[in-house]
């Protein structure tokens, strides 16, 4: 059960950067397309999946888990996840707000419908703000456990973190935040898509 249980939050987390990756490509295209919007689509389509799928398999294997660790000795400790975590959140933010921050520019010159640039313009942003709602909790436990790294020592497990009394109500907090954004990031987006 154990085994079954570490597979399926590894198989989520697989996916969820896949996603995170998906979104951050989406965020690209906007821009892409903006600037010029002659361009056919489809010639940038068929790279995105692919390269989505390479991001998720290198950021898996260097950023932090859910709540099962890597078996493995060697490798990254949960410091270096830590930051790796945080740069992949970071870029994603800094590059969905540029996207939302262009889309604006770009759409409020003459020449457009000021109702489709107003509807555009809005369903980006909401679309990129509940996104980056639902990934913030994992940048707070990826910010926690740098800072717990930092004072603990650089390799500590999560399972040292939840004995140690001074970190294992936080600890459960952030995992508890971090899967039950995972689980509303569906209903959030549906309800923005809608």
């Known amino acids: 059960m154990l085994k079954l249980s570490h597979w399926n939050f590894n198989i989520l987390q697989f996916f969820e950067l896949v996603s995170l990756a998906l979104n951050l490509l989406l965020c690209l295209d906007i821009v892409f397309t903006m600037r010029n919007p002659f361009y056919p689509h489809d010639r940038r389509m068929k790279f995105y999946l692919p390269i989505s799928v390479v991001f998720a398999?290198?950021?898996?294997?260097?950023?932090l888990s859910r709540i099962s660790e890597p078996i493995r000795a060697e490798g990254f400790n949960n410091y270096q996840r830590a930051?790796?975590?945080?740069?992949?959140i970071s870029i994603y933010l800094v590059?969905?707000?540029s996207s939302v921050a262009y889309?604006?520019?770009?759409?409020?010159?003459?020449?457009?419908?000021?109702e489709i640039r107003k509807d555009f313009?809005?369903?980006?942003?909401?679309?990129?703000?509940?996104?980056?709602?639902?990934?913030?909790p994992y940048l707070g436990f990826s910010y926690f456990i740098l800072f717990t790294t930092t004072v603990e020592g650089h390799s500590v497990?999560?399972?040292?973190l939840m004995s140690?009394?001074?970190?294992?109500?936080?600890?459960?907090?952030w995992f508890l935040a971090y899967n039950f954004s995972c689980i509303g990031t569906g209903i959030v987006m549906s309800i923005v898509r809608i």
């Open 103 to 114: 889309a604006y520019r770009v759409n409020t010159r003459p020449g457009m419908s000021t």
């Open 121 to 136: 313009i809005w369903r980006h942003s909401c679309y990129v703000g509940a996104y980056i709602i639902t990934w913030l």
């Open 157 to 160: 497990s999560y399972k040292e």
């Open 83 to 88: 930051m790796f975590s945080v740069a992949f």
């Open 95 to 97: 590059m969905a707000i």
């Open 57 to 63: 398999a290198c950021a898996y294997n260097v950023a």
């Open 164 to 173: 140690n009394d001074k970190y294992s109500d936080t600890v459960n907090a």
